[in-house]
T-cell receptor, first 115, second 112 residues
Framework: DTGVSQNPRHKITKRGQNVTFRCDPI?????LYWYRQTLGQGPEFLTY????????KSRLLSDRFSAERPKGSFSTLEIQRTEQGDSAMYLC?????????????FGPGTRLTVL | GDSVTQMEGPVTLSEEAFLTINCTYT??????LFWYVQYPGEGLQLLLK?????DKGSNKGFEATYRKETTSFHLEKGSVQVSDSAVYFC???????????FGAGTTVTVRA
């Protein structure tokens, strides 16, 4: 299967710890997006990359959050000094910009629980 | 700003019943509109889409028509199955933009 993959699928951490999530997009997809989904809500945009360049960050992305896509392939999302309010599902999506369809393909998500 | 409002759930139906989930949006210009579905334990999957007014998206027996005059994109299915039990999200993407804006989701449970 060559869909979007995310690791880990679940992460439980204590408040104040740092966590890092990984997203592997569909091969050759040049756009990669991060969203956050809290319980009972729809996903909210966090940030996106065009190849390795981070082009937009939501105001939801505080300075404790950092995302990278160093070689334009996989991406990581790091949260420093986690807070209970960071508990959510973190979704990654990818898309091939400029060709054909407009669909974003989503991964299964990483569920973060901050105790 | 751009936003999506969809019918609150949860919705519980019997098999073969008719399903409608209302979705209205606020946006400038002509956004693209989507319905995504999230089955238990799985990621979001695109169910259908429409990119301009009066377009009808359809897939797996589901349909939705892009209504510019009422700024709506209601999802319908004539005869639901137990396997349609999922959370359904309406979403929009503004023209010349990159990110999706989602509604809060509607949980649908179909009973045999």
């Amino acid at each position: 299967d060559t869909g979007v993959s995310q690791n880990p699928r679940h992460k439980i951490t204590k408040r104040g710890q740092n966590v890092t999530f990984r997203c592997d997009p569909i091969s050759e997809h040049n756009r990669l997006y991060w969203y956050r989904q809290t319980l009972g809500q729809g996903p909210e945009f966090l940030t996106y990359f065009q190849n390795e360049a981070q082009l937009e960050k939501s105001r939801l992305l505080s300075d404790r959050f950092s995302a990278e896509r160093p070689k334009g392939s996989f991406s990581t999302l790091e949260i420093q000094r986690t807070e209970q309010g960071d508990s959510a599902m973190y979704l990654c999506a990818s898309r091939l910009q400029g060709v054909g369809g407009i669909e974003q393909f989503f991964g299964p998500g990483t569920r973060l629980t901050v105790l | 700003g751009d936003s999506v409002t969809q019918m609150e759930g949860p919705v519980t139906l019997s098999e073969e019943a008719f399903l409608t989930i209302n979705c209205t949006y606020t946006a400038t210009g002509y956004p693209s509109l989507f319905w995504y579905v999230q089955y238990p334990g799985e990621g979001l999957q695109l169910l259908l889409k429409a990119t301009k007014a009066d377009d009808k998206g359809s897939n797996k027996g589901f349909e939705a028509t892009y209504r510019k005059e009422t700024t709506s994109f209601h999802l319908e299915k004539g005869s639901v199955q137990v396997s349609d039990s999922a959370v359904y999200f309406c979403a929009l993407r503004p023209p010349d933009d990159y990110k999706l804006s989602f509604g809060a989701g509607t949980t649908v449970t179909v009973r045999a």
